[in-house]
Protein backbone atom coordinates (compact mmCIF):
# COMPACT_ATOMS: atom_id res chain seq x y z
CA UNK A 1 0.00 0.00 0.00
CA UNK A 2 1.53 3.37 -0.90
CA UNK A 3 1.65 5.86 2.10
CA UNK A 4 0.83 9.53 1.22
CA UNK A 5 3.04 12.22 3.17
CA UNK A 6 1.43 15.48 3.74
CA UNK A 7 3.88 16.76 1.31
CA UNK A 8 1.96 14.48 -1.36
CA UNK A 9 -1.68 15.74 -0.74
CA UNK A 10 -0.08 19.40 -0.75
CA UNK A 11 1.82 19.31 -4.04
CA UNK A 12 -1.12 17.37 -6.09
CA UNK A 13 -3.41 19.59 -4.86
CA UNK A 14 -1.16 22.64 -5.89
CA UNK A 15 -0.93 21.34 -8.93
CA UNK A 16 -4.65 20.86 -9.22
CA UNK A 17 -4.95 24.63 -8.24
CA UNK A 18 -3.72 26.15 -11.35
CA UNK A 19 -6.60 24.93 -13.38
CA UNK A 20 -8.92 26.34 -10.77
CA UNK A 21 -7.20 29.54 -11.15
CA UNK A 22 -6.80 29.71 -15.03
CA UNK A 23 -10.79 28.46 -15.57
CA UNK A 24 -11.51 31.51 -13.02
CA UNK A 25 -8.98 33.61 -15.17
CA UNK A 26 -10.83 32.93 -18.56
CA UNK A 27 -14.20 33.07 -16.98
CA UNK A 28 -14.05 36.38 -15.18
CA UNK A 29 -12.47 38.01 -18.33
CA UNK A 30 -14.66 36.76 -21.01
CA UNK A 31 -17.30 37.09 -19.03
CA UNK A 32 -15.96 40.59 -18.45
CA UNK A 33 -15.68 41.10 -22.03
CA UNK A 34 -19.05 39.77 -23.09
CA UNK A 35 -20.75 42.06 -20.03
CA UNK A 36 -19.08 45.15 -21.05
CA UNK A 37 -19.95 44.88 -24.62
CA UNK A 38 -24.20 43.37 -22.49
CA UNK A 39 -23.64 47.06 -20.53
CA UNK A 40 -23.15 49.30 -23.30
CA UNK A 41 -26.14 47.69 -25.59
CA UNK A 42 -28.49 47.69 -22.45
CA UNK A 43 -27.89 51.30 -21.82
CA UNK A 44 -28.54 52.66 -25.24
CA UNK A 45 -32.45 52.40 -24.39
CA UNK A 46 -33.46 50.56 -27.26
CA UNK A 47 -36.39 48.23 -26.70
CA UNK A 48 -35.74 45.35 -28.18
CA UNK A 49 -31.92 44.70 -26.71
CA UNK A 50 -32.93 45.57 -23.72
CA UNK A 51 -35.25 42.93 -23.40
CA UNK A 52 -33.30 40.56 -24.40
CA UNK A 53 -30.64 41.16 -22.47
CA UNK A 54 -32.61 41.56 -19.30
CA UNK A 55 -34.12 38.14 -20.43
CA UNK A 56 -30.74 36.41 -20.58
CA UNK A 57 -29.38 38.34 -17.26
CA UNK A 58 -32.62 36.73 -15.49
CA UNK A 59 -32.19 33.65 -17.36
CA UNK A 60 -28.19 32.96 -15.49
CA UNK A 61 -29.57 34.71 -12.22
CA UNK A 62 -32.53 32.62 -12.22
CA UNK A 63 -31.08 29.28 -12.49
CA UNK A 64 -28.31 26.95 -10.54
CA UNK A 65 -24.72 27.37 -12.03
CA UNK A 66 -24.66 23.08 -11.89
CA UNK A 67 -27.66 22.84 -13.87
CA UNK A 68 -25.82 25.28 -16.49
CA UNK A 69 -23.03 23.80 -16.55
CA UNK A 70 -24.91 20.18 -17.29
CA UNK A 71 -27.14 22.02 -20.03
CA UNK A 72 -23.42 23.21 -21.98
CA UNK A 73 -22.40 19.81 -21.57
CA UNK A 74 -25.06 17.52 -22.54
CA UNK A 75 -26.55 19.69 -24.77
CA UNK A 76 -23.26 20.32 -26.72
CA UNK A 77 -22.95 17.11 -27.32
CA UNK A 78 -26.23 17.21 -29.01
CA UNK A 79 -25.18 20.00 -31.60
CA UNK A 80 -22.22 18.01 -32.35
CA UNK A 81 -19.66 20.41 -30.83
CA UNK A 82 -16.79 19.63 -28.75
CA UNK A 83 -17.68 18.11 -25.03
CA UNK A 84 -14.56 18.63 -23.52
CA UNK A 85 -14.64 19.31 -19.73
CA UNK A 86 -12.72 22.24 -20.18
CA UNK A 87 -15.06 24.08 -23.17
CA UNK A 88 -18.12 23.32 -21.42
CA UNK A 89 -16.85 24.65 -18.08
CA UNK A 90 -15.37 27.68 -19.14
CA UNK A 91 -18.16 28.47 -21.39
CA UNK A 92 -20.35 27.71 -19.18
CA UNK A 93 -18.82 29.90 -16.27
CA UNK A 94 -18.13 32.67 -19.24
CA UNK A 95 -21.89 32.77 -19.31
CA UNK A 96 -22.72 32.91 -16.14
CA UNK A 97 -20.05 35.77 -15.24
CA UNK A 98 -21.09 38.12 -18.28
CA UNK A 99 -25.07 38.00 -16.61
CA UNK A 100 -23.86 39.00 -13.14
CA UNK A 101 -21.09 41.60 -14.19
CA UNK A 102 -23.70 42.98 -16.61
CA UNK A 103 -26.61 43.73 -13.77
CA UNK A 104 -24.00 44.42 -11.46
CA UNK A 105 -22.15 47.44 -13.74
CA UNK A 106 -25.56 48.91 -14.83
CA UNK A 107 -26.64 49.48 -11.10
CA UNK A 108 -23.07 51.16 -10.80
CA UNK A 109 -23.72 53.45 -14.05
CA UNK A 110 -27.16 53.82 -12.76
CA UNK A 111 -25.71 54.83 -9.44
CA UNK A 112 -24.39 57.96 -11.00
CA UNK A 113 -26.87 61.22 -11.21
CA UNK A 114 -28.67 62.05 -14.02
CA UNK A 115 -27.38 65.18 -13.94
CA UNK A 116 -24.19 64.10 -15.11
CA UNK A 117 -25.89 62.48 -17.99
CA UNK A 118 -27.71 65.81 -18.80
CA UNK A 119 -24.48 67.89 -17.92
CA UNK A 120 -22.43 66.09 -20.83
CA UNK A 121 -25.89 65.92 -23.17
CA UNK A 122 -25.64 69.89 -22.71
CA UNK A 123 -22.45 69.77 -23.62
CA UNK A 124 -23.24 68.36 -27.08
CA UNK A 125 -20.95 65.09 -25.86
CA UNK A 126 -22.05 62.06 -27.61
CA UNK A 127 -23.37 58.63 -26.36
CA UNK A 128 -19.41 57.26 -26.10
CA UNK A 129 -18.11 60.38 -25.22
CA UNK A 130 -20.32 60.62 -22.28
CA UNK A 131 -19.68 57.20 -21.23
CA UNK A 132 -15.94 57.27 -21.78
CA UNK A 133 -15.35 60.84 -20.10
CA UNK A 134 -18.49 61.12 -17.70
CA UNK A 135 -20.04 58.75 -16.70
CA UNK A 136 -17.63 54.99 -16.42
CA UNK A 137 -14.69 57.09 -14.59
CA UNK A 138 -17.33 57.68 -11.83
CA UNK A 139 -19.12 53.91 -12.21
CA UNK A 140 -15.85 52.58 -11.85
CA UNK A 141 -14.86 53.50 -8.73
CA UNK A 142 -18.35 52.23 -7.14
CA UNK A 143 -17.88 49.01 -8.98
CA UNK A 144 -14.40 47.87 -7.28
CA UNK A 145 -15.91 46.52 -4.30
CA UNK A 146 -18.83 44.42 -5.95
CA UNK A 147 -16.95 43.45 -8.73
CA UNK A 148 -14.15 42.07 -6.84
CA UNK A 149 -17.01 40.52 -4.15
CA UNK A 150 -17.90 38.45 -7.74
CA UNK A 151 -14.56 37.25 -8.79
CA UNK A 152 -14.20 35.50 -5.33
CA UNK A 153 -17.39 33.94 -5.28
CA UNK A 154 -16.82 32.61 -9.21
CA UNK A 155 -13.32 31.44 -7.93
CA UNK A 156 -15.44 29.13 -5.45
CA UNK A 157 -17.79 28.84 -8.13
CA UNK A 158 -15.43 26.69 -10.36
CA UNK A 159 -15.75 23.82 -7.83
CA UNK A 160 -19.34 22.88 -9.56
CA UNK A 161 -16.99 21.97 -12.47
CA UNK A 162 -16.40 18.86 -11.03
CA UNK A 163 -19.45 17.48 -11.85
CA UNK A 164 -18.52 17.40 -15.74
CA UNK A 165 -14.96 15.75 -15.34
CA UNK A 166 -12.96 18.98 -15.07
CA UNK A 167 -10.31 18.22 -12.58
CA UNK A 168 -9.46 21.56 -10.63
CA UNK A 169 -9.37 21.79 -6.99
CA UNK A 170 -12.05 20.39 -5.18
CA UNK A 171 -12.13 17.96 -7.47
CA UNK A 172 -8.40 16.66 -7.25
CA UNK A 173 -9.51 16.77 -3.80
CA UNK A 174 -11.94 14.20 -3.74
CA UNK A 175 -9.89 11.94 -5.90
CA UNK A 176 -6.91 12.14 -3.48
CA UNK A 177 -9.05 11.37 -0.67
CA UNK A 178 -10.45 8.07 -2.24
CA UNK A 179 -6.98 6.96 -2.79
CA UNK A 180 -5.62 8.08 1.02
CA UNK A 181 -8.72 7.37 3.32
CA UNK A 182 -7.87 10.77 5.25
CA UNK A 183 -11.00 13.29 3.83
CA UNK A 184 -10.62 14.96 6.45
CA UNK A 185 -7.07 16.08 6.26
CA UNK A 186 -7.39 16.71 2.22
CA UNK A 187 -10.81 18.72 2.10
CA UNK A 188 -8.97 20.63 5.20
CA UNK A 189 -5.95 21.70 2.67
CA UNK A 190 -8.54 22.31 -0.28
CA UNK A 191 -10.37 24.76 1.93
CA UNK A 192 -6.65 26.26 2.92
CA UNK A 193 -5.79 26.56 -0.46
CA UNK A 194 -8.81 28.00 -1.48
CA UNK A 195 -8.82 30.89 1.36
CA UNK A 196 -4.99 31.32 0.03
CA UNK A 197 -6.31 32.18 -3.16
CA UNK A 198 -9.83 34.59 -1.99
CA UNK A 199 -7.94 36.33 0.63
CA UNK A 200 -5.33 38.39 -1.09
CA UNK A 201 -7.93 39.27 -3.46
CA UNK A 202 -10.37 40.84 -0.64
CA UNK A 203 -7.30 42.58 0.63
CA UNK A 204 -5.97 43.91 -2.72
CA UNK A 205 -10.32 44.75 -2.76
CA UNK A 206 -10.04 46.98 0.13
CA UNK A 207 -6.53 48.61 -0.44
CA UNK A 208 -8.03 50.01 -4.09
CA UNK A 209 -10.71 51.11 -2.75
CA UNK A 210 -9.13 52.93 -0.22
CA UNK A 211 -7.19 54.86 -2.85
CA UNK A 212 -10.04 55.06 -5.18
CA UNK A 213 -11.91 56.89 -2.10
CA UNK A 214 -14.28 54.75 -2.28
CA UNK A 215 -16.38 54.31 0.54
CA UNK A 216 -14.05 56.02 2.93
CA UNK A 217 -15.08 59.34 2.66
Given at each position: M?E ?6 V?N????G????A???T ?9 A ?5 R??N ?13 L ?7 MQL ?8 LL ?8 S????L ?8 T???R???E?I??G ?12 P ?7 L ?6 S ?12 KG??L ?6 V????AG????N ?11 V??I?F ?6 SL???S?E ?8
Open positions: IFTLWDIRLLLARWTVLSLAFLGGGLVGLLLVLLSRPLPNRLIGGYVQFQGTPLLFLLYFGLAGFNTSAWVAGLATLYASAYLEIWGCVAPRQWEAAKSLALSFQTLTHVVPQALKIVPPTVGFLVQLITAASVVGFELTKGMIAVTYAPLLVYGCALYALCFPIYARLRKLNVGHR
